[in-house]
């Protein structure tokens, strides 16, 4: 009994890899059917000239192969001049010929690829860029930057391999065996027995070449990681000398990558020895056969028996790259999966289809019935009720985890709730364009991202129709013009990766001249104090009291200022909220939020 049941457990097995193997190698069909329908009728006329020029390729190629009969006929009968002069002629025009479609075969097809490769990463970026921030949460930077940098890349050369495959050199492959035939009819005959064996031996390989590459691929990811954390993370490295860790991290990589390629090469490779050896051991035969058919006097002229020989040896070239060609395709497939797998990714926030303009109006925002979780449940938030007054500054305050950060994403729309709706000044903001929702909400966060541009294209970024003046003005009111006139150049400065050489209070600074700079009628502030010194706390607090005079601003708070200049106080726990008021109400309720405001708020 028991063996009949593992029996059939195995029975199953097999059939499932049977079916996931057959499964896997249809969509690996049909994606470079997809990948070939979608770029090839696009560029059609640049194909069409290089597939002209293939042609012209082969039958060039086929041809010159035949003319090696009539030069050594030539030779053996040097009286006849004119014939010579004929033959050299034509030998030459042959081989410009030749040469001339292959430069423009080479040319064409690359500028071909190289638009495909543009036009490709074009797409995977916008794509990327529509994500919603989850898709970035949940996708490593590492293995965006290989799939926009490389993915397009390998597509093209899987599109190369193909066109180049099925048309120069089937037709020159064509075009030599016809010229065989001509030639040496029974010789040729015997020669193409070792054409199937040839292809069985490099199907042999071929499995293992994707698993490989799958393999080189992730190596290479961590590769790029383990420098991309080693830049940002610098500092945390040197506190906590992790470079040994970081150095082994990369080492191991590195080695991996080193193994595969070594063992991708050497598979790919291994059809060579392959094909070389069975090509010798033909040519050897026919020498044989043909000095026997030559003693019985059926062989042709030595003009033709060169001109086959010499077909038959032209054609290895194009015949070991169609028996290779499916290995080829394989390993860039690799890359065409990574490409189609980011394209596909459906987008998990986008704007409605009928979206409209946000109306402007005094800026109140509401959350009506809101229940919201991460993973699309209703964890972090349930059923919130909650009006932001227009003009007004309200705190959110509560412990860690509450969910405060939850409510500034969502009225950023950074996530849809998963019930209700968060409405500002009564429209629903799921109806309205991003830029317009966007427009009305200037927003500085805990941590301040800055573009690698100068000071003065960073702060432009909030809007970037500003006039110098005006920039300079928001500066002012940010107290961060004194600092900035200070920096080498000025407004000019290169801020350099991410602004490596400002303070967590100058970076703050300039977050609040962009707010200010951006001129909302929503302010969203995610309080960080606790990096800053008491004069950049003091200075900081002055430039967003100036910015939220008569804007809806919402703060969460971690600072005893922001609580008392409050006009309205929300205490959230766990997502709900359970005391709202004035400073003085909730603390005359003597509740959650006096316990609070007794511990963190008078100590700080
Ligand atoms: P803090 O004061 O510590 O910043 P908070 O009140 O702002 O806390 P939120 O950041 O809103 O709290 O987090 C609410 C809950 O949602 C927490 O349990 C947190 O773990 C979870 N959470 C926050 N961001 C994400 C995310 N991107 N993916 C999944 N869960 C998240």
Redesign the pocket.
Known sequence: MNDYHENLGQDDMITKQKRFQFLRRATADSLLWRLLAESLPEHKGKYAAAIAAMIMVAATTALSAWVMGKIVDAMSDTQNKEHLYGVAAIVFLIFMAKGVASFAQTVLMARAGNRIVAEKQILLFKHLLSQG??FF?TTESSDLLLRVTQSAQMARNVIDVVVTGFVRDSLTLIGLVAVMFYQQPILSLIALVVGPAAVIGVRLILGKVRVIMAQEMAGLTEIIKVVQETSTGARVIKAFALEDIMQKRMNSAVRDVEKRSNKMVRLESATSPLMDTLTGAAIASIVLLSSISIAGQSAGTPGQLMSFVTAFLMAYEPAKRLSRMRVTIEAGMMGVRMMYNLLDQPINLSEAPDACELAVGPGEVTLDHVSF???GDT???RNLNLTFEAGKTTA?V????????????LILRLYDPVEGAVRIDGQDIRKATFPSLRQKIAFVG?DTFLFSNTVMGNLRVARPEATDEEVFEAARVAYAHDFIESLPNGYRTPIGENGAFLSGGQRQRLSITRAILRRAPILLL?EATSALDSQSEAYIRDALESVSAGVTTIV?A?RLATVMNADRIIY?ET?QVTEQGTLQELLAKGGAFKKLYETQFRNG
């Open positions: 921030i989850a949460n979780g991460y993973a964890s972090v938030i959110l509560g412990p860690s985890g509450a969910g405060k950060s939850t409510i500034l994403n805990q995610d969460i971690h959230l997502g």
